[in-house]
């Protein structure tokens, strides 16, 4: 994936995240706060959990490779989005993360 890629898909994502703001202070009066959208993305990643298990047929439910991709999708959807909400370089942070885990491992 190139960088503009990249741009372009957190570009993309928060575009989205601000039409769910709006949804937010139709529904109730205001947007969401960084730690609802926190608590948002830990329930999503819990999904994502439940589905693996299922698609591992280690969990009593029916396996649906569109759910489980859309949960993974959506993971990194709230990530790009807290990122921004607390003013961080989400490509930075994973250039950072990428060099030092390329160092410790060897890769």
């Given at each position: 994936?190139k ?11 928060l ?41 591992q ?8 490779h ?10 990194i ?5 807290l ?25």
């Open positions: 994936m960088n503009s890629d990249f741009d372009q898909i957190i570009a993309r994502a575009k989205i995240r601000t039409k769910y703001h709006e949804l937010e202070h139709l529904n109730h009066g205001s947007e969401w706060s960084i730690e609802e959208d926190a608590l948002a993305y830990l329930s999503d990643a819990g999904l994502v959990g439940r589905n693996v298990m299922a698609q047929e280690r969990w009593p439910k029916a396996y649906a569109e759910e489980l991709e859309h949960k993974l999708a959506e993971n959807w709230w990530l790009i989005v990122a921004n909400r607390m003013d961080m370089d989400i490509k930075m942070a994973m250039e950072k993360f990428l060099s030092k885990t390329e160092d410790l491992v060897g890769a």
